[in-house]
């Protein structure tokens, strides 16, 4: 288990630990943290799984795919750190991170 700490855009915490190999986005909807969604279920059409990721987790992230790049155009307030979280598996190596949510997901 990966402990991740998804953050609301008022600053609340929710501190939960994610099987590896699952998702970010299914990491928060199955812990029912708000603002993740996960309309789609993962395939990389609804962009309601919209996260940042801080410049320190960066070089431990999946390389965005040209999908999840167009996906993203259609996210409100997209900005350098923007990922999908379906697009990434958690892995061992991200225990401890801090994963922000958009105030538009609220
Ligand atoms: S859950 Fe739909 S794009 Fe991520």
Redesign the pocket.
Not at 38 to 49: E, R
């Given at each position: 288990m990966v402990a991740i700490t998804y953050v609301e855009h008022d600053g609340t915490e929710h501190v939960v630990e994610v099987d590896e190999q699952m998702s970010l986005?299914e990491g928060a909807t199955l812990n029912m943290v708000p603002g993740v969604e996960?309309?789609?279920?993962?395939?990389?059409?609804?962009?309601?799984?919209h996260c940042y990721i801080r410049e320190e987790w960066r070089d431990k992230m999946p390389a965005m795919s040209d999908g999840e790049s167009t996906?993203l155009e259609n996210a409100i307030d997209r900005r350098a750190n923007s990922r999908?979280?379906?697009q990434i598996s958690v892995t061992p190596e991200m225990d401890g991170m801090r994963v922000e949510l958009p105030q538009e997901q609220a």
């Open positions: 986005m996960g309309m789609c279920g993962g395939i990389c059409s609804c962009a309601t799984c996906m999908l979280g379906c």
